[in-house]
T-cell receptor
């Protein structure tokens, strides 16, 4: 089945690292994505990882993928107030005639001073 | 600014009514996707069009329909509206019709309130 699960809320102190976790169900997923939604805005792609990779780093963002456990995480180093947003994990489902992405419910990240 | 525009920003209507949401994709993008975001259901994929043709269907109700026009803009039609249809409706566009990675660019959304 197609399902992506994430916890709904995460609160971290400013300057600490944030780790947002996600599990997915479809083992045929080829790409996994992290999108960010700021208040009052649409989603914006943050990063993605190909399913044969274990890790991808992009400045303050680190994505870890455990394909065996179908577990994906996003680590944000030195979390800032501007990182407050909802973070969506998503899996891309390969299909010959379409391009379908299944999103999780989103994790709301709040930053404590 | 993603380059995807959606109108209107807000829409308030009554149960049983019909509304049309409009989306213009980024210049050069041929794929358009519609999503519904509600508090209890999260972000649900509704439907995808590519260059005027329907490509994939998600959890779209029979009361809802969409189309993509020759100029590539898309409309989502919602009819016989119910209270539960109140949600944010997002349009996204991408260059790809299939295959990955599939970076989708999201519009700002239309907030629909059904009273």
């Amino acid at each position: 089945g197609e399902d992506v699960e994430q916890s709904l809320f995460l609160s971290v102190r400013e300057g600490d690292s944030s780790v947002i976790n996600c599990t997915y169900t479809d083992s045929s997923s080829t790409y996994l994505y992290w999108y960010k939604q700021e208040p009052g805005a649409g989603l914006q792609l943050l990063t993605y990882i190909f399913s044969n990779m274990d890790m991808k780093q992009d400045q303050r963002l680190t994505v870890l993928l455990n394909k065996k456990d179908k577990h994906l995480s996003l680590r944000i180093a030195d979390t800032q107030t501007g990182d407050s947003a909802i973070y969506f994990c998503a899996e891309g489902l390969p299909h010959s005639s379409a391009s379908k992405i299944i999103f999780g419910s989103g994790t709301r990240l709040s930053i404590r001073p | 600014d993603s380059g995807v525009t959606q109108t209107p920003k807000h829409l308030i209507t009554a149960t049983g009514q019909r509304v049309t949401l409009r989306c213009s994709p980024r210049s050069g993008d041929l794929s358009v996707y519609w999503y519904q975001q509600s508090l209890d259901q999260g972000l649900q994929f509704l439907i995808q069009y590519y260059n005027g043709e329907e490509r994939a269907k998600g959890n779209i109700l029979e009361r809802f329909s969409a189309q993509q026009f020759p100029d590539l803009h898309s409309e989502l039609n919602l009819s016989s509206l119910e209270l539960g249809d109140s949600a944010l409706y997002f349009c996204a566009s991408s260059t790809r019709w299939s295959g990955e990675p599939n970076e989708q660019f999201f519009g700002p959304g239309t907030r629909l309130t059904v009273l």
